[in-house]
């Protein structure tokens, strides 16, 4: 059997035993206590995490949605939408891959996703071939043998209460921002990691093994905690397209990394983005946040964000440890009417913590592309030094890039470099590549590819390739 | 080795043949009526001064963008070249070598000339080469080539020198094996040990089911590189048709009294 095969019924096992639990209800649009407290019910939680949501649930009522973002949308009526729905269900969804849009299977076909994982990922119901349960299985002991614990959230908040409550909002508080407010009260479902002392996770975790991937819905949070000296690899996302409404995706990722711990999060982001005069797509209003609280400790986050209409995005690391470490490596594109307001911020707090920050942003067609980047080295910060470099690359008349960066530096020792550039692909790249023989599609594929390298480099190895084709099928036709 | 053109010319159809080419660039007429035939097997120069037209003759021929042509045709193997992507045309066999090779930061040099290798030899039906047979080849061509093999994992021509681009393109020429290579001022910035290398590089591709067009100002690299015929071109025609001693007439007496018949 080979591997995509077993990451579909992986995927499939998992969300077929998850889909009984919450299979029912969604309740009435709309966003109060009564769901606040229906939804914690459900989740059968203990106390203190119905009162941190209720808490948030305050919080946010006295919030406004924040517009500072280089974003133009139409407003997001949050009494309309409904805070707790089961999972689409299969009956709903198409019954066979003929009614299934081709032009999404032109796209999968494309991105070399194999014929049951692409009915899987149009929401189609396909029957089992083969027996994938001891597939799961074998994953899981090899994990809990390590003693590592790799389990949704919601069976986190059953079996590991005490890790949640000690951790759960420490680098993400519920006050955080808007949106990460409005998760903490409403977040149905996410991941949840914890590798212990000294252990090295032994695979790279990655949400093709997580349950009920495909439909974690709106609200997920993620929690990931690497005790000291404890090392994970962690993949997020699901690389072919989703056929969604125009929707709300407020997700909140947390990361911590203890004394030598290290965490590396890549994320290949790929919601519907909207057709081609922009209607539908995902909004993508996402804080993830990472704190190295150890000495030593390093945290990577890596993205390639391909999709959503809008993205509002903003992986940070806070170093607080000693010598700790933060990376943030990142493609973000836009196509047709996509817009992206993204980048990072890395706030230094120990003596001698490092940041590196490569941001390579790509618009064409009439897409807007905004790297936002704060570099904040405070007074007990000795030595701190931050890299940023900020790369754009425009395709066609109608598309634009924006760079944002904000530095404030508050100790004398600490270095700071920035650099940026914006550039076309040239007629003369493209003309170089086609006296070589190599068709227009595929010479724009590997001028941007070349563009992205320092990022793609980054990227777990199967991982990247799939960023690749995923760029090449965001991209098409933006040269015409 | 070098064909005797009667022979030639009486033995073949010209692999190419461009006739009455007019082509404008801004609304200028930059060629005005250009007529020339290359046979497989021969090597020619077309000289000439600066804005002459040496350069859009080539470029229009692999179909640069940005040029109109006005009138004329020009047949590659019988085939109407303009018809032709410029993608097409190159892996029809036609090469063009830039005088300013232009930079693709951050891709791989071995991987775009295996990506343009594959492409080639799809299209003839070929199966595609992969890693290490392609490696195989390119190993071969870099040592005549004198280039480091660090070289293939470098950007494309990214912080190049002007010498080390140029001995790229022949690479990519020795590599491709191309039926009809234009190579465009290929001589120009180069110190006389790099232009040995690059005309050794040529002479190595030279056969007798291929032609080489060098589109050249100074006959200094036909000195290493000997044409079977110089053309020179002035005012968009050319003017002047000979075999390399015509190369030799110009050198010494430059190409004022060229330009002047042309004007009259």
């Known amino acids: ?480 | 080795m070098s064909t005797v053109p009667g022979i030639a010319a009486a033995a073949a159809a010209p692999l190419l043949e461009v006739r009455d080419l007019r082509v404008k660039v801004g609304g200028q007429e930059v060629l005005r009526g250009v007529s020339l035939a290359v046979r497989a097997g021969e090597v020619h120069a077309i000289m000439g001064p600066n804005g002459s037209g040496k350069s859009t003759l080539a470029h229009v021929l692999a179909g640069r963008p940005g040029y109109e042509i006005v009138a004329g045709t020009a047949c590659f193997e019988g085939r109407d070249l303009f018809a032709l992507a410029p993608e097409q045309r190159a892996r029809a066999g036609l090469f063009l070598g830039f005088q300013y090779p232009v930079e693709i930061p951050g891709v791989n040099n071995a991987y775009l000339l295996k990506a343009a290798v594959n492409a080639a030899r799809r299209e003839r039906g070929l199966p595609e080469l992969d890693a290490f047979e392609f490696l195989a080849v390119v190993r071969a061509k870099i040592k005549l080539m004198q280039i480091d093999e660090s070289f293939l994992s470098r950007g494309v021509n990214e912080g190049f020198s002007g010498g080390e681009k140029k001995r790229n393109e022949i690479l990519q020429m020795l590599v491709l094996e191309p039926k009809l290579a234009l190579l465009d001022e290929t001589d120009s910035g180069l110190d006389i040990d790099a232009l040995k290398v690059v005309a050794d590089g040529i002479n190595s591709l030279r056969a007798a089911e291929r032609a080489i067009v060098l589109v050249t100002h100074y006959q200094r690299m036909l000195d290493y590189v000997v044409p079977d015929f110089v053309h020179v071109l002035a005012r968009g025609r050319i003017a002047r048709s000979g075999d390399r001693t015509l190369a030799l007439e110009l050198e010494r007496r430059g190409y004022d009294w060229i330009s002047e018949q042309a004007a009259a």
């Open chain 1, 1 to 480: 059997m080979s591997t995509p095969d077993i990451d579909a019924l992986v995927n499939r096992s998992y969300r077929h035993g998850f889909v009984t639990d919450i299979e029912s209800d969604t309740v009435a649009p709309g966003l109060d206590e009564n769901v606040v407290r229906l939804i914690s019910r459900k989740k059968q939680e203990p106390q203190f995490l119905l009162d941190w949501r209720l808490r948030a649930l305050r919080h946010w009522q006295g919030m406004r949605e924040p517009h500072w973002a280089h974003l133009r949308y139409h407003p997001i009526d949050y009494a309309a939408i409904s805070y707790y729905s089961a999972p689409r269900q299969a009956k709903d969804g198409p019954k066979s891959l003929a009614d299934v849009d081709p032009k999404l299977l032109a796209t999968y076909e494309k991105l070399g996703v194999p014929l049951h994982e692409r009915a899987r990922l149009a929401g189609v119901a396909v029957d089992a071939v083969f027996d994938s349960v001891s597939v799961a299985t074998t994953f899981k002991e090899r994990l809990s043998a390590a003693g590592v614990i790799f389990c949704p959230f919601s069976e986190a908040v059953q079996k590991h209460p005490a890790l949640l409550e000690r951790y759960l909002g420490t680098v993400v508080p519920y006050t955080d921002n808007f949106y990460a407010t409005l998760n903490s009260a409403v977040f149905t479902d996410g991941s949840f990691v914890y590798v212990p002392p000294g252990v090295r996770c032994p695979m790279e975790l990655s949400t093709y093994f997580r349950i009920n991937a495909a439909n974690t819905g709106q609200f997920e949070r993620t929690l990931i905690i690497a005790d000291a000296g404890a090392y994970v690899s962690y993949l997020e996302g699901c690389t072919a397209p989703m056929r969604d409404e125009n929707q709300l995706h407020a997700a909140v990722v947390e990361l911590i990394a203890l004394d030598d711990a290290q965490i590396k999060y890549s994320t290949v982001q790929n919601w519907y983005p909207g057709d081609e005069q922009g209607r539908g797509g995902i909004y993508n209003f996402v804080t993830k946040r990472g704190e190295c609280r150890g000495r030593n400790a390093r945290i990577s986050w890596t993205q390639v964000e391909t999709g959503s209409a809008i993205t509002w995005k903003y992986p940070s690391c806070i170093l607080r440890g000693e010598n700790s470490v933060g990376e943030f490596y990142s493609v973000a594109t836009t196509n047709n009417y996509q817009q992206a307001d993204t980048g990072t911020k890395m706030i230094h707090i120990g003596a001698n913590t490092r940041s590196t920050i490569v941001s390579k942003g790509i618009s064409a067609g009439h897409g807007q592309n905004a790297y936002r980047g704060l570099v904040k080295i405070l007074p007990s910060a000795s030595g701190a030094r931050n890299f940023t470099q900020c790369d754009s690359l425009l395709m066609g008349k109608h598309s634009g890039a924006h760079t944002f960066p904000y530095i404030e530096v508050r100790n004398p020792t600490a270095m700071v470099e920035h650099e940026a550039s914006t550039s076309r692909i040239s007629e003369e790249q493209l003309f170089y590549c086609l006296q070589r023989g190599i068709g227009a599609e595929d010479a724009v594929n590997m001028i941007v590819s070349g563009f992205c390298r320092t990022v793609f480099k980054e990227l777990p190895m199967e991982f990247a390739v799939e960023a690749q084709n995923l760029l090449a099928v965001s991209l098409e036709g933006a040269v015409g």
